[in-house]
């Protein structure tokens, strides 16, 4: 990765890290996001773009609806009528490569963790990981067989730390809904289930 790059996805990294929940859930959405958008502002008759999505038989069901979301009739007319022309198979099955938008979100996440992980070695980042969510689990079994030394004991110490203070607050919310305790105000903890989701299974907004 060359220096300018590293520095912008640095940047980008610390950023996301300070805006709640999993960094990579939402740096990745935003890589698919200007892939999609660029698709369809500067690629739709593009060839060689056209030819590699009827290669993959289309995205996968949920990079179809963010592409659908974005609203351009034109533009999605154009690709699925390419993708709605495709042979059957009797498996069903009408391409035999992978969806281009998850391709673009591996690599964001790769080059991200990259840069995580050098910079909570050398310690760089690790004041805001400690003040974040930090990843959720998805993407931490992603993360963690590809770390090693110091930025896999740093991510193992401070996910534990997370979990841990993630499941005291939905004892709280659990012990305030108890009819004895129901008058006490609520904290924090108030939004933790929604927190917990986002930690177990990533979060749906950014996909």
Not at 5 to 31: F, P
Not at 68 to 80: A, E, H, K, V
Not at 105 to 129: P, Q, S, T
Request: glycine share 8%.
């Amino acid at each position: 990765m060359r220096a300018a790059s590293m520095h912008m996805t640095y940047h980008e990294l610390k950023e996301a890290l300070a805006l709640g929940g999993c960094a990579l859930c939402r740096l990745s959405a935003r890589a698919v996001e200007r892939y999609l958008r660029g698709l369809l502002h500067e690629f739709v008759n593009d060839a060689g773009v056209r030819e590699r999505l009827r290669a993959s038989g289309g995205f996968c069901p949920r990079h179809s609806w963010r592409l659908q979301r974005l609203g351009d009739p034109l533009g999605i007319s154009i690709l699925w009528r390419d993708l709605l022309r495709l042979p059957l198979t009797a498996s069903g099955r009408r391409g035999s490569s992978a969806c281009p938008a998850c391709e673009v979100a591996e690599e964001a996440e790769k080059r991200y963790l990259e840069v995580l992980f050098e910079h909570l070695g050398a310690g760089g980042l690790r004041e805001e990981y400690e003040t974040s969510d930090g990843l959720c689990l998805p993407h931490l079994a992603e993360a963690l067989p590809r770390s090693r030394g110091e930025a896999r004991r740093f991510l193992l110490e401070a996910e534990s730390r997370k979990l841990s203070g993630l499941a005291a607050e939905l004892d709280e919310i659990v012990r305030k809904n108890d009819y004895r305790f129901r008058e006490e105000p609520w904290g924090d903890e108030k939004d933790a289930w929604i927190r917990a989701t986002r930690k177990l299974a990533g979060d749906s907004t950014e996909v």
